[in-house]
C-alpha cells in the first residue's frame, strides 16, 4: 500500500527558508514520480515541482525556480522540498504525491487530478 506524510510546515517570515519532507512507503522511486503540490481551501491546487528519479528529472514551477530545491533520500524513503527566500505567495498547503500511471514528471499540473496517492498536507504560512 503506497503511503505519503508530509511534515516540515510552520509559520516563517518573508526571507526565511522551511524544509519539507515527504516520508513515503509501498513503492520505490523508481516506480513513480513523486511531487510536490501547493492547495488553498476551495481552490485547484498547482504543481510545484516534481522529480523522477529513474531519469533524473527535476521540474520547478517558474515562480519558485532558484528558491525551491526538491531531492530524494532512497535509503530513509524520504522526498524534501527546501524551500528558501520565502514570499508570501507561497503560503498554502503543500502536499506531496504520486500518480500511479507515470514514471516521469508528466502528470496534471493542477492538483489532486490524477494523482490517486497523496499525503495529508502540511501547512506554509509566510508572514510579511
Known amino acids: 500500500e503506497v503511503q505519503l506524510v508530509e511534515s516540515g510546515g510552520g509559520l516563517v517570515q518573508t526571507g526565511g527558508s522551511l524544509r519539507l519532507s515527504c516520508a513515503a512507503s509501498g513503492f520505490t522511486f523508481d516506480d513513480y514520480a513523486i511531487g510536490w503540490f501547493r492547495q488553498a481551501p476551495g481552490k485547484d491546487g498547482e504543481r510545484v515541482s516534481c522529480i523522477s528519479t529513474r531519469d533524473g528529472f527535476t521540474y520547478y514551477k517558474d515562480s519558485v525556480k532558484g528558491r525551491f530545491t526538491i531531492s530524494v533520500d532512497n535509503a530513509k524513503g524520504t522526498v524534501y522540498l527546501q524551500m528558501n527566500s520565502l514570499k508570501p505567495e507561497d503560503t498554502d498547503v503543500y502536499y506531496c504525491?504520486?500518480?500511479?500511471?507515470?514514471?516521469?514528471?508528466?502528470?496534471?499540473?493542477?492538483?489532486?487530478?490524477?494523482?490517486?496517492?497523496r499525503g495529508q498536507g502540511t501547512r506554509v504560512t509566510v508572514s510579511s
Open positions: 504525491a504520486v500518480d500511479p500511471r507515470r514514471w516521469r514528471c508528466s502528470g496534471s499540473y493542477y492538483f489532486p487530478e490524477g494523482y490517486d496517492y
